[in-house]
C-alpha cells in the first residue's frame, strides 16, 4: 500500500481519525463501514489500510485518542484546583462537557458486535481516565476531605460508571447543556456525601 501523497503521514492519520470519530459517533460501532470513511475522507482505500489494519482497529485507536484528549484537558483543568471536592466537580463537568461528542456511548455496542467478553483492552484504554479519579480520591484521603477507610478501587469504578451513564440522560428530557451540567453536579454532590468522614 502506498503512502498518501503530497500530505504528512501523522497529518493523514489524525484527519483519517477525525472524520472516523464523527462517523462512528452518529452511526455506532456496526453500522459504519470503511467505505464510509473512504467516501468523507475522499481519500483511498489503500491510504487508510495504510494506517490502519481495518475498521475494529480504527475504531480502539478513535477511543484511544478521545481518552489521551480527556487526560490532556484534566491536565489544565486540575492545576486550577487545590481541594479534591473542587476537583471532583470540575471531573464532572468535564465529563459533562465531553458528552458533546459521545464516541463512549458506542462502545456496549462494540462489544457486542464483535462478540468480545474479554475487557483487558477496553480497561487498558481508560487506565488514565480511571487514574484521575484514583488521583482525586487519593488526595482527598489524604487531606481529611473523605473517609480514612475509603476504598479507592470500588469508589474509583462506581464514580467512572455513574458519570459515564449520565451521557444517557438526553433520553430522559435533559436537552440543554445547562441542563446536562447541572444533573452531573447533583451527582457529585449525592456522591461527595458518601465519601466524606
Given at each position: 500500500?502506498?503512502?498518501?501523497?503530497?500530505?504528512?503521514?501523522?497529518?493523514?492519520?489524525?484527519?483519517?481519525?477525525?472524520?472516523?470519530?464523527?462517523?462512528?459517533?452518529?452511526?455506532?460501532?456496526?453500522?459504519?463501514?470503511?467505505?464510509?470513511?473512504?467516501?468523507?475522507?475522499?481519500?483511498?482505500?489503500?491510504?487508510?489500510?495504510?494506517?490502519?489494519?481495518?475498521?475494529?482497529?480504527?475504531?480502539?485507536?478513535?477511543?484511544?485518542?478521545?481518552?489521551?484528549?480527556?487526560?490532556s484537558?484534566?491536565?489544565?483543568?486540575?492545576?486550577?484546583?487545590?481541594?479534591?471536592?473542587?476537583?471532583?466537580?470540575?471531573?464532572?463537568?468535564?465529563?459533562?462537557?465531553?458528552?458533546?461528542?459521545?464516541?463512549?456511548?458506542?462502545?456496549?455496542?462494540?462489544?457486542?458486535?464483535?462478540?468480545?467478553?474479554?475487557?483487558?483492552t477496553?480497561?487498558?484504554?481508560?487506565?488514565?481516565?480511571?487514574?484521575?479519579?484514583?488521583?482525586?480520591?487519593?488526595?482527598?484521603?489524604?487531606?481529611?476531605?473523605?473517609?480514612?477507610?475509603?476504598?479507592?478501587?470500588?469508589?474509583?469504578?462506581?464514580?467512572?460508571?455513574?458519570?459515564?451513564?449520565?451521557?444517557n440522560?438526553?433520553?430522559?428530557g435533559?436537552?440543554?447543556l445547562?441542563?446536562q451540567?447541572?444533573?452531573?453536579?447533583?451527582?457529585?454532590?449525592?456522591?461527595?456525601?458518601?465519601?466524606?468522614s
Open positions: 500500500m502506498s503512502r498518501p501523497v503530497g500530505r504528512n503521514s501523522e497529518d493523514t492519520k489524525r484527519f483519517i481519525k477525525e472524520v472516523a470519530t464523527k462517523i462512528f459517533e452518529y452511526k455506532g460501532y456496526t453500522a459504519t463501514s470503511m467505505e464510509d470513511i473512504k467516501m468523507e475522507t475522499n481519500l483511498s482505500k489503500g491510504t487508510i489500510y495504510y494506517h490502519f489494519k481495518n475498521k475494529e482497529d480504527l475504531y480502539l485507536y478513535c477511543l484511544t485518542q478521545a481518552s489521551y484528549e480527556f487526560v484537558k484534566w491536565e489544565i483543568i486540575s492545576k486550577k484546583e487545590s481541594s479534591a471536592v473542587e476537583k471532583l466537580y470540575s471531573w464532572a463537568k468535564l465529563n459533562c462537557m465531553e458528552l458533546q461528542q459521545p464516541l463512549t456511548n458506542t462502545i456496549t455496542e462494540y462489544f457486542v458486535s464483535v462478540k468480545k467478553d474479554e475487557t483487558t477496553f480497561i487498558s484504554m481508560f487506565k488514565p481516565e480511571f487514574d484521575i479519579i484514583k488521583s482525586i480520591l487519593e488526595g482527598g484521603k489524604k487531606s481529611g476531605e473523605f473517609k480514612s477507610d475509603l476504598d479507592i478501587e470500588n469508589v474509583t469504578v462506581i464514580l467512572f460508571n455513574l458519570i459515564a451513564s449520565l451521557s440522560s438526553v433520553f430522559f435533559y436537552n440543554t445547562e441542563g451540567r447541572n444533573l452531573y453536579i447533583n451527582a457529585i454532590d449525592i456522591i461527595i456525601q458518601g465519601l466524606k
